[in-house]
């Protein structure tokens, strides 16, 4: 049973996510088109509703390949049954927050979950992405931020504009990243919630893993220390930020995609990218077992 508990799950959209010991692979390319970067709510039912057929009881980490899947973290953080309420800490370059009139997508998933009885609190750490500053303002989901459900901890980005508003509880904006790490590891010494992890690797700098978003500055011992302190134990986690290239069939999709300035993929990198990016699961892995 112990083994099952920590099988890593990989939901295989995008052919992005290199082999992992006694992983489970979940075939589902066929939806790629209508998940990938967004989807209506319909579309994200029916996505639910196939992962609680397929997917087992107990599991591991759920892979999701790129960051253009983050949104899929909220069908798996819904799927969490228990008593106890639990904090979702969120690592990613961007705040995953912002409004979106189509239904749901990588960049706004993080206030379904906020909506969550079952969520506590939601934490997301490592941004640097200038969403969240004055000029973005209008851009943010304001109500979870405002009823304490969602704290945004960021690193060089001018917040100043959430004194204005009455929000800066919620924002926790640092110098550096060691800085972040530190403040929230003590944080963390007082919190008696366990945790849902999830995990978008483009919170690291290039250096460590490159991705197809704008990158952030964290280091892999900054994201080791913050899973350590995660000590009241892991109800479940997820990872994406794999590099990999899709060229939409919608034209809808094309458009947002180019809109969001998305970094351009090398192909004659790809291999080196992807291995480096295999080599940083490893090492994450090894870390969520030891909070599972």
Known sequence: MGELAHRPVVLDIDRSVGPLPGRLVLPLEHWQESIRFGCSLATMRRFRTMLDELLPERHGTVFTGSGDFHHLSWPLIERVHGDTPFQVVVLDNHPDNMRFPFGVHCGSW?????LLPQVSHVHVLGITSHD???????????????????????????????????LAHAFHGFDTPAALVDAFVERQRTQAAPSYLSINKDVFAPEV??????????????????????????VGSDINGEVSHYRYKSWWKR???????????????????????????LQLLAAIAARS
Do not use: C
């Not at 490159?210 to 994201?223: E, F, K, S, V």
């Open 110 to 114: 993080v206030r379904k979950v906020a």
């Open 132 to 166: 969240i500053g004055a000029g973005h303002a209008w851009e943010n989901y304001l109500a979870p931020l405002r009823r304490g459900k969602l704290s945004y901890w960021s690193i060089g980005v001018d917040t100043g504009w959430s004194r204005r508003f009455g």
């Open 209 to 234: 893993a490159r991705t197809n978003w704008d990158q952030g500055r964290l280091q892999l011992d900054h994201a080791l220390a913050l899973i350590d302190s995660l000590r009241r134990g892991l």
């Open 255 to 281: 458009r947002l995609s180019a809109l969001m300035a998305q970094p351009a993929i090398d192909p004659a990198q790809l291999t080196d990218w992807q291995a480096q990016q295999h080599a940083l699961n």
